[in-house]
């Protein structure tokens, strides 16, 4: 080979085959690590088979770039091999650094050749995180096993669980009944004519409960001209009475806070629900007044509870006097409705409520032509005396709301 200007050719730096030509099993296909023809350099030396963890000898051959030398794969420590002393700690002392406590990592090629070390065990942290996992799964379902179990019997050995159960799946399935009907409401928009929606899907609640609803008087509703009906106010179950003898384009008027109240107060919105905030005097006269001229002029009619909140004691609060300013400036009648008594099967002092029977009576409707704002004190007190007096008799006679009533000093004895 000739000689290079720059010096020796012995000292240049040998053309080196790639390494996966220098495999043990290629070296006699590439013949020699020189890339000149004529010479014949030494082979590389064999792969010591006997040798643990598969090393190419003790030394590498000088003649391989540090890229083309294979891995050396260090294979763990014997049971019963001593640590040799660190030789940068001081004299004396066997302590080792943190390099040495490392375990051996495992390279691609060691697992390639499966000679190197056994897999290293997973840290703490991740073993107690997948022992958490089936550990969840178990406590979820000894709850779920423990509600199965523990659910069927408050109900058959508490009243008391029994009450609450009954009033969450009413309230819960209203609020689900209410995301149903929203979407076919919201078809005609804010519209009297979808009460006729909410009125049929919440016409079968009364079976899911026992309770059977009679009405009576049902002729007495004007058949072609606006009114006001007003109506006595026990609990959330005046639903069931109030959807069974609904009229046609009547919409109740509800207190502001029940536009709040989800799903429920979307869907009354709809079915054009009057809404009115009781703390605002000024502003319920105001509403009240836009009411009258809606009476007149779209033909609707109205439900109002003129005791203004809910009375579990079994009779009748004294009744407040919008209703009856309403009907008079709209010079509309008023059709008075009274519900029977729920005590025999609802009674929310005592956490009670079971199966039972509730009379609806339509009174004949009161006129209001010719009165003034200063006939509706009267005018108030004559209906509500009138209602009184049907509530104590339709919740006394055994085909409404029971015998409570009957009892010495009952509420609606002692009222009257």
Known sequence: ?????????QNRAPITAPYFLASPGNERAWGGVAGDSGSSSPSPPRRQEGREGGSWGDNPPPFLPLWAQPPT??????????????????????????????????TAAAAWLG?????????????????????????????????????????????????????AFYNGWILFLAVLAIPVCAVRGRNVENMKILRLMLLHIKYLYGIRVEVRGA??????????????????????????????????????????????????????????????????????????????T?????????????NHNGSMLPFKRGAFHLA???????????????????????????????????????????????????????????MLTVFREISTDGRGGGDYLKKPGGVGEARL
């Open 1 to 9: 080979m000739p000689r290079s200007p720059g010096g020796d050719w």
């Open 73 to 106: 794969l260090t294979s763990p420590p014997s049971a019963g091999a001593r640590t040799p002393p660190n030789p940068v700690a001081p004299l004396g002392t066997d302590t080792p650094t943190e390099a040495e406590t490392q375990p051996p990592a495992t």
């Open 115 to 167: 000679r190197g070390p056994a897999p290293q065990a997973p840290h703490p942290t991740e073993v107690t995180r997948m022992e958490l996992w089936p550990g969840a799964w178990t406590l979820l379902l000894l709850l779920f096993v423990l509600l199965l179990f523990l659910l069927p019997t408050l109900w058959f050995c508490s009243p008391s669980a029994k009450y609450f159960f009954k009033m």
């Open 219 to 296: 002729h007495h509703f004007p058949p072609s001209q606006p009114y006001v009906v007003v109506s006595n106010h026990q609990s959330s179950l005046d639903l069931l009475g109030m959807m069974e003898v609904l009229p046609g384009r009547c919409v109740p008027i509800a207190k502001r806070e029940l536009l709040w109240a989800g799903s429920a107060g979307l869907a009354c919105w709809l079915a054009g629900v009057i809404f009115i905030d009781r703390k605002r005097t000024g502003d319920a006269i105001s509403v009240m007044s836009e009411v009258a001229q809606t009476l007149l």
């Open 298 to 310: 779209q033909d609707v009619r109205v439900w109002v509870f003129p005791e203004g909140t809910r």
């Open 328 to 386: 008079v400036q709209a010079q509309v009648p008023i059709v008075p409705i009274v519900m029977s008594s729920y005590q025999d099967f609802y009674c929310k002092k005592e956490r009670r409520f079971t199966s039972g029977r509730c009379q609806v009576r339509v009174l004949p409707p009161v006129p209001t032509e010719g009165l003034t704002p200063d006939d509706v004190p009267a005018l108030a007190d004559r209906v509500r005396h009138s």
